[in-house]
């Protein structure tokens, strides 16, 4: 008999900074915290995420990283954390149509399958750094086939671009 899915309510809250260093080379990095359901009742991850960024152009950029993953104690291992190390890839995709700018970006791990569904606001403080909050589904299904989870997620995003690059060339200009 096939098991229904759980809901959870989350908040999840992360700072990533992409540092480019070159034409071709930069740095990736991103701190995430997750709350348990009921949005705040406690803490349930925290994720430090380091890369080495190659970027083939300035809209197309794959990462390649490691990731250590500590998972909060909670029900079935109450006073236990769990940590957790990964190696992770992405690829990101840049697109611009008139005024509007997206991105897209895809993660592979070989852990679980999940879909996930953001609709929010983003606000652009200055060219290189953005805020993002919005509401966020997560439709997850684990290894063990029959167990599904549903995470309903207030999600708050703070990304941080630095261009060393341009720097680098302005201070060389005659």
Known sequence: MPKLP?????????????????DKWG????FHFRTTDHFIKEPSKGIIRLGLM???????????????????PEEGHAN???????IWHQIQLHNKYGKVRTM????????FEQNRLFVGLDYN????AHVQLGYMNVYQQFAAGSKFKYIHSIRVFFFQNLDFLKTIKQALRP
């Open 54 to 72: 190659y970027c083939f152009k300035d809209d197309l950029k794959f990462t390649n990283g490691y990731a250590f993953i500590n998972h909060f």
């Open 27 to 30: 740095l990736w990095g991103d």
């Open 104 to 111: 897209q970006w895809t993660n592979v791990y070989d852990v």
């Open 80 to 86: 236990v954390s769990m940590p957790e190390h990964r």
């Open 125 to 128: 403080f200055n060219s290189h």
């Open 6 to 22: 759980t809901d959870e309510q989350q908040v999840w809250a992360r700072y990533f900074n992409q540092t480019r260093l070159s």
